[in-house]
C-alpha cells in the first residue's frame, strides 16, 4: 500500500483511539511480562491515543489530503479496474490494492482500534507490568518515523518534494 493510501485510508478512523507502543516500551513490559505466571497478556498500549494526533501530523508532513473512507475505496477500486493495466501490474503499482477485500469488509467500531480490530483488555497486563502504565504517544513520534523514512530513502527528502 502506498504511503498516501495509508494515509488517506486513515482518515476515517481520525475519532478512533489506538493502543500503539513504542517498541522499547514494548520490549520493558515483555520483560516484566516473563516473570508472570499469567496464560495471557496482552502487550498494547492502556492509555489510548485519539487517532487524529498522528494523522493530522501525517497529512501536514507529506501534503496528503485527508478523505472519508468511501472516497479512498473508491479511488483503490478505480485504479484496481484501470483498463490499461492488468490486475497483475495494479497491485505492483499499488500494493494496497491486495488487501481490497480486507478494505470492502473492513467496519469502523468506536470501541475497538482502526480497521474494526477489538481493543484488547489490558487489566492482567499493566499489573504484571507496571512500566505499561508510563507509555505514551504523541504527535512527536509521527515526526521521528517521517524523519527515519526520509533518511533510509523510503521517502524523498522534504526539500526535494516539497512534503
Do not use: C
Not at 5 to 32: C, K, R, T
Request: net charge negative.
Amino acid at each position: 500500500m502506498t504511503l498516501q493510501g495509508l494515509i488517506e485510508y486513515l482518515h476515517l478512523m481520525q475519532e478512533s483511539l489506538v493502543s500503539w507502543i513504542p517498541s522499547f516500551d514494548a520490549a520493558a513490559a515483555l520483560n516484566e511480562m516473563r516473570k508472570s505466571n499469567e496464560e495471557v497478556l496482552h502487550l498494547v498500549s492502556p492509555n489510548l491515543v485519539p487517532w487524529r494526533t498522528f494523522l493530522e501530523v501525517f497529512s501536514k508532513a507529506l501534503g496528503v489530503p485527508l478523505v472519508p473512507y468511501e472516497t479512498w475505496l473508491k479511488a483503490m477500486e478505480d485504479d484496481l479496474a484501470d483498463p490499461t493495466r492488468s490486475e497483475v501490474e495494479a497491485m505492483i503499482h499499488n500494493p494496497g490494492l491486495r488487501l481490497l477485500p480486507f478494505y470492502r469488509h473492513s467496519k469502523p467500531n468506536e470501541d475497538g482500534e482502526p480497521l474494526g480490530l477489538v481493543r484488547l483488555d489490558v487489566t492482567k497486563a499493566k499489573q504484571v507490568a507496571p512500566s505499561l502504565n508510563q507509555v505514551k504517544m504523541t504527535s512527536e513520534w509521527v515526526d521521528k518515523w517521517i524523519g527515519y523514512w526520509r533518511s533510509s530513502g523510503f521517502l524523498p527528502p522534504k526539500e526535494s518534494t516539497g512534503l
